[in-house]
């Protein structure tokens, strides 16, 4: 009966979406993303590392449809594994990030005096380098991996969240029922999780959302300058950064890659300002 | 002395949602006399502050319909002017003040300055002239013209709900429709407050439409009353035929729950159960699920507005029977 | 017999910008098993941080504090947990007091869990039995609180607070937010509650109407002190103190022919920040003369009425 109750929620909530088509079709576009990347293997016509020096640089055909890039490799295929890749720096890295976030900024944001102060000062050193910058350097430390990209990514992104959820938090301590269950003996660990955080997430869905975005375009990045996945592991960015060298005869083989990018991040943008709606109480009636 | 100002005539009010239709205000009807306090009591969502944006003309755009009805104004139709000739008749003829005196007010802008605005925004003229009345405006509501240049902030509760209404009274309004004016202030603020409106309002001759709760407010204040109840004035007349000879059961009800200081009963009589849901109105008596005098035909159809005593109705089938 | 809650000098200063703010300052009294304290004042007069500090919500700055004989002024963690389960407290809004993401019987079974000893089905039977208590009708279990009125959502907060069936309740003004027709449906259940479990109220607001139903004692609070305290009888038959004389004239009543004389006070409540050692009142009051500026005391005008005005004995006369 109760897990019913929590269904209708989330019912509710996209009841509300549908009502915006942008972030209808958003979300389509975002789970046949998925779909490809899970069935990558089944879909793509070849397997993306096979070279083929005769069909270098070949242009479309029946059997090739996006064409070959410059080792005979064909494309299709390339950006349909790709998005395995891409998928996962935006989804990984963004949970990594969010889920110390939000930690720390309820942390921070519940405690206040001293731990809050520590915190966002330590947020603010970490914040005068730019946060690709840090991925840059980190990814560098690290060494060149789809994984440590990922490391990277997620822990260059922490303050963007952690601020946003300590903002909120704020505002949800000064609230009755959080002195209403100390009234009652709960402890802070549980004042934080049951009380604290699933009141104050709302605004950080969207961030979220958002935020996978983002990690996908500065994921790209990582690997179109070599930080990322690392060949013949297609990636979009790296596929990019492949095709710079016959971007002038070849423009194509950079295109579609950066076509991919460029949908799923608009796809994540777009849904998560629908979500900001339909997640905003006061615009429910 | 009896001419009318304001009529409200069969007003019905409509909140679309996605999911329901909210049938806030319906078949109001409403008559305020030139220099009348006119009380409109009522539980929260009983459609009190939905009648009175509705003379303004303000009631959120997307979602709220006036249906049908009338409000005329001076004999004019406010619901058939454009919006344009509204624009000149909001602030000016017809003003109002709003319960929360903290939101009313813009935070960056010293009082004085937005009394002086809202002067020359209805007026041809000068700055200065307009400065000159917004102190006579703020001492007349008993702020020193002193503060005039202070931002909102610098005030308390009850001062700025005096500039609220000093900037209300600054165009000398026919009507004012004071929503709720003192629920946000202490009492003994809203003493001062209520005291100073009575005193302006003589001096001003101005008819005030005072949306209340609490029917102590009432007493002090009104000369006559509306009881609101789930979207319809279940009774209305003047304030010593309601609190002398209430007929309504809701009005009764609303007198019998409230604490009173001279009573020495330990026990209030609250009214069983609540306000029936606004989108699922029944099709009779509105009071009928909560009525100790209810009867079968109560449920059946609407009931009628019954006069019991001149300018005295009820909208109760019961009374009538009662009368006969 | 010892009295159920005994509090003495108690003070409770916050450190601001501007200085020391005296919310509760050297606040002293006694409520026996059973009874009822009203608490009445205005905003800003320190009844709702006295409620709080009372049980420990906000730490006490000074003073004692015992229950059933037993000092509780700085209990230990364990004993505080165990003393959370007597002492509990209603509060004001009943839309921010429950927490959005509970249901109704989540809210309500929260106190239980936390106790622990019982397991999921007794806790579930004594959930219900809870809600059958202040008038919750079973159907409204697995509602959220935003789907329910105002009077439902106060009746949850008041089963949340009897969950640990404790013996005393602050009741921080449980019925302000309500309409008049539900809050006397809540004040009457408040009442029944009180008879049938034997609880002990201490009941803050601002509402004197309200309070003098409910209560056998009344404090009224200003700025921070007690000006004055009597049994609620005695304070509305002979009311001394000048600030509780206009605070009870400032009260609209519901009759239109006890035209009454409003005293108006000059003034706005100040804030007790760094307050001068003499009454506090005194820039409002009438009567005030030079000999208000030394530090008011509480004396016993009658048995058990007692008032903190050096003139008290003159403005009875007059």
Redesign the interface.
């Known amino acids: 009966m109760r897990k019913k109750r929590k269904q209708s929620r989330l019912l509710e909530v996209w009841h509300q979406l549908k009502k915006n088509k942008v972030a209808v079709v958003a979300l389509f576009v975002l789970v046949l993303l998925f779909l490809v990347a899970i069935f990558a293997p089944y879909l793509a016509p070849h397997p993306y590392e096979k070279q083929n020096s005769k069909l270098a640089n070949a242009g479309p055909s029946r059997e090739h449809p996006l064409g070959n890039d410059r080792l005979g490799r064909d494309i299709l295929s390339r950006l349909i594994y790709g998005t395995r890749q891409s998928l996962q720096m935006g989804i990984v890295s963004v949970a990594i990030a969010a889920a110390i976030g939000i930690l720390l900024g309820s942390v921070a944001g519940y405690y206040g005096g001293w731990v809050d102060n520590l915190s966002m000062r330590l947020l603010d050193i970490y914040q005068a380098v730019p946060m690709f910058l840090l991925s840059v350097s980190l990814a560098a430390i690290l060494g060149p991996s789809l994984r440590n990209a990922i490391i990277a990514l997620g822990i260059g992104t922490v303050p963007g969240y952690a601020r946003i959820m300590r903002a909120s938090v704020l505002t949800v301590r000064e609230k009755e029922y959080v002195e209403a269950a100390r009234a009652i003996n709960a402890s802070d660990i549980r004042i934080i999780f049951k009380y604290i955080i699933p009141n104050s997430i709302g605004p950080l869905i969207v961030q979220i959302t958002m935020g996978v975005g983002s990690c996908i375009l500065a994921g790209s990045a990582l690997s179109f300058i070599g930080l990322g996945v690392q060949p013949p592991v297609p990636e979009w960015g790296a596929m990019i950064s492949d095709a710079r060298r016959v971007m002038r005869e070849h423009p194509t083989h950079a295109l579609y890659p950066g076509l991919c990018v460029m949908i799923s991040v608009l796809a994540c943008n777009l849904l998560g300002d629908g979500l900001r709606d339909a997640l905003d109480p006061r615009l429910k009636n | 002395m009896d001419e009318k100002l304001l009529e409200i005539r069969n007003l019905a009010v409509e909140y679309h949602t996605d999911e329901a239709v909210v049938y806030a205000v319906n078949n109001v009807n409403l008559t305020v006399k030139k220099g009348e306090t006119i009380g409109l009591v009522g539980e929260t969502g009983a459609g009190k502050t939905t009648i009175a944006r509705s003379i303004l003309r303000i009631l959120p755009p997307p979602t709220a319909r006036i249906v049908s009805g009338e409000i005329l104004f001076n004999s004019t139709d406010l619901l058939k002017l454009s919006e344009k000739e509204m624009q000149k008749v909001r602030g000016n003829k017809i003003a109002m003040i709003f319960q929360d005196p903290m939101t009313a007010l813009n935070p960056i802008e010293t009082v004085g300055f937005q009394i002086a605005e809202a002067i020359q925004r209805h007026n041809k003229i000068t700055h200065f002239e307009a400065e000159k009345r917004a102190c006579d405006m703020l001492e007349m509501v008993g702020i020193p013209m002193e503060r005039y240049s202070e931002y909102p902030h610098q005030f308390s509760g009850g001062m700025k709900q005096r500039v609220v209404i000093a900037m209300a009274l600054s165009c000398n309004p026919e009507l004012l429709l004071a929503d709720e004016p003192t629920t946000a202030l202490d009492v003994t603020i809203q003493a001062q407050v209520l005291d100073m409106m009575e005193s302006l309002k003589k001096r001003l001759g101005t008819s005030v439409v005072l949306i209340t709760h609490d029917l102590g407010v009432v007493a002090d204040t009104c000369d006559s009353v509306a009881v609101v109840y789930a979207g319809e004035i279940v009774e209305r007349g003047t304030v010593e035929h309601i609190f002398d000879f209430a007929a309504h059961p809701y009005t009764l009800g609303l007198f019998g729950s409230l604490p009173q200081l001279d009573s020495k009963e330990r026990r209030l009589k609250p009214i069983k159960g609540m306000m029936p849901d606004p989108t699922n109105l029944p099709p009779g008596c509105r009071f009928y699920e909560r009525c100790p005098e209810a009867i079968k035909e109560c449920a059946e159809a609407p009931p009628p507005d019954v006069e019991v005593a001149p300018g005295h109705t009820v909208k109760c089938i019961r009374v009538k029977g009662d009368a006969a | 017999m010892t009295p159920l809650l005994e509090v003495r000098n108690l003070k409770k200063y916050f450190k601001t910008r501007y200085g020391l703010l005296h919310a509760v300052d050297d606040v002293s009294f006694t409520l026996d098993r059973g009874k009822t304290l009203g608490v009445v004042g ?2 800003g007069c320190g009844k709702t941080t006295l409620g ?1 500090t009372v ?1 420990h ?1 906000t730490e006490p700055t000074d003073g004692q504090i015992f229950f059933e004989g037993r000092d509780i002024m700085y209990p230990k963690k364990r004993e505080l ?1 165990k003393l ?2 007597n002492m ?2 209603i ?3 009943p839309y ?8 109704v019987s ?1 809210a309500i079974m ?2 239980l869990i ?2 622990g000893g019982m397991s999921n089905d007794e806790m579930l039977a004594e959930t219900r039995k809870l809600m059958d208590t202040v008038g919750l009708a079973s159907r409204f279990e ?1 509602s ?1 609180p ?1 789907e329910l ?3 439902r959502r106060q009746r949850i ?1 008041i089963a ?1 607070a009897l ?2 069936k404790p013996k005393f309740i602050v009741c921080d003004e449980p019925v302000s937010a309500l ?7 809540i ?2 259940l408040m ?1 029944d509650l009180q008879e049938e479990f034997g609880l002990t109220y201490m009941f803050v607001t ?5 309070v ?2 409910i209560s056998d004692e009344i404090m009224v609070m200003y700025l921070g002190q007690v000006v004055e305290k009597a049994p609620s009888d005695e304070l ?1 038959a002979n009311t001394l103190h000048p600030y509780s004389k ?11 022919h ?1 035209k009454r004389k ?1 005293i ?2 000059r003034g ?2 100040t804030s007790p920040v760094n307050p001068k050692p003499g009454c506090r009142f005194m820039a409002r009051c009438d009567y005030a003369r030079e000999e208000c500026n030394e530090p008011q005391v509480l004396e016993e005008s009658s048995p058990g009425h007692f008032v903190a005005c050096c003139r008290y004995k003159e403005i009875m006369t007059s």
């Open positions: 205005e905003s709080r049980l919500l947990r959370r389960e509990q407290i509060f004001q809004d921010s007091s429950l927490n959005p993401r509970m249901t989540e929260e106190p936390l106790r697995n959220y935003h009125d105002g009077g907060g949340r969950a640990l309409d008049v027709s539900i809050q006397a449906q004040i009457n009442l601002h509402d004197l109407s309200v003098k139903y509305f206009a605070l009870l004239s400032a009260i609209p009543i519901p009759n239109i006890k409003r108006l006070l706005e409540i």
